[in-house]
């Protein structure tokens, strides 16, 4: 069986290695069975609006739904005897997210963006999160909550 840092430390390298994460900035920070954090920092090319200088919307939304979608795959797994690597592999291809809703509360300014996730529900098919996106001051951003996919 894989051990629980066997899995954060395969989860964490893919999670890395997508361009998408690469491309935005997107680093894991945290990650257990009832709490996810991601962090990154402002780039010009995540601008949504250069006469403000603000983070784009979409990458607001993609924050939390990446943070949220850690968190779903990390608390299912606390229930699952994953014996492989293959095992795992198979897990993850099926997990997928369901709904999203982001609140946007306030422009993305900042020189650092946390995206952190708390678990509502986990259930073995359906997983509830709650996600919010705060800036490096403290200054909340947005909320949401993701519905996902997770057996």
């Known amino acids: 069986m894989l051990s629980k840092q066997e899995t954060q430390l395969w989860l964490t390298s893919v999670f890395n290695s997508l361009n998408f994460n690469k491309n935005l900035g997107l680093n894991i920070t945290i990650c257990e069975s009832d709490k996810a954090e991601i962090r990154f920092a402002w780039d010009d090319k995540l601008m949504g609006n250069p006469m403000q200088k603000i983070l784009h919307g979409g990458v607001t939304a993609t924050a939390l739904d990446t943070v949220g979608g ?7 797994l606390d229930n699952m005897d994953i014996v492989n ?7 993850t291809k099926r997990v997928g997210t369901i709904d999203l809703r982001t609140d946007y509360l306030r422009p993305g300014r900042g020189d650092e963006f946390i995206a952190s996730a708390k678990l509502i529900r986990s259930g073995s098919r359906v997983c509830v999160c709650r996600m919010e996106l705060h800036n490096n001051k403290g200054d909340q951003i947005a909320f949401g909550t993701g519905t996902y996919l997770v057996g």
């Not at 690597?85 to 897990?91: D, I, N, R, T, W």
């Open 70 to 76: 850690i968190l779903a795959i990390y608390s299912r």
């Open 85 to 91: 690597q293959e095992q795992l592999v198979e897990f």
